[in-house]
Each structure stands twice: as structure tokens, then as C-alpha cells.
């Protein structure tokens, strides 16, 4: 049974910086896609990074060198590290997995953590 398990979500000032952690079990680890999306009161879930089994990363433009996707396959965990944060990237912050063709629509995966909060204040 894939679970996914997020953490490290919190409350921080525009400007600062916040690393989410995704603890993955159930499954092999290093043949999935790992993403992280977000999803903001009465707004879609939109996908923010992702990492292929190859090691190959996309990125939202809205996020593109403020935000690092990367993992740690020996942990078997997903990390995004999030600076200069903006009041607009508050959102509950979830990480999934799947093979997908796709790496930044949400459609694409099955399998989904309980997600983290991440809210920045002006």
C-alpha cells in the first residue's frame, strides 16, 4: 500500500524560506514521479515541481528559481525547498506519486499525501 507522508508546512513572512519533506513507503520507490502540487481556497490543484525516476525536474513558471524539488531515494522521501516566498504560494501543499506522462497534472497521479499547510504573510 503506497503511503505518502508530508510535513513541514508553517506560517512564515514574504521573503523567507520553508523545506517540505514527502516520506514515501509501499512501493518502489525510485521507478515513480514524485510531485509536489498546492491548492489554495476555491482554486484548482495545480502542480508546483516534479522529479522523474531519471532525475528530471519541472518546474511552474510561477515558482521557476524559487523553488528545488530533489529526494533522497537511501530515505525513500521527496524534499521541496521553497525561498523567497510569496503571500500568493499560501496553499495546503501535497506531495504524490505515480508513472505519468505528465508531470505537473494532478489527473496523472493515484496516489496522494494528507498535505501540509503553508501560509506567508505580507
Known amino acids: 500500500q503506497v503511503q505518502l507522508v508530508e510535513s513541514g508546512g508553517g506560517s512564515v513572512q514574504a521573503g523567507g524560506s520553508l523545506r517540505l519533506s514527502c516520506a514515501a513507503s509501499g512501493y518502489t520507490y525510485s521507478s515513480y514521479c514524485m510531485g509536489w502540487f498546492r491548492q489554495a481556497p476555491g482554486k484548482e490543484r495545480e502542480g508546483v515541481a516534479a522529479i522523474d525516476s531519471d532525475g528530471s525536474t519541472t518546474y511552474a513558471d510561477s515558482v521557476k528559481g524559487r523553488f528545488t524539488i530533489s529526494q533522497d531515494n537511501a530515505k525513500n522521501t521527496l524534499y521541496l525547498q521553497m525561498n523567497s516566498l510569496k503571500p500568493e504560494d499560501t496553499a495546503m501543499y501535497y506531495c504524490?506519486?505515480?508513472?505519468?506522462?505528465?508531470?505537473?497534472?494532478?489527473?496523472?497521479?493515484?496516489?496522494w499525501g494528507q498535505g501540509t499547510q503553508v501560509t506567508v504573510s505580507s
Open positions: 504524490a506519486a505515480d508513472v505519468v506522462l505528465f508531470p505537473l497534472e494532478a489527473y496523472e497521479y493515484n496516489y
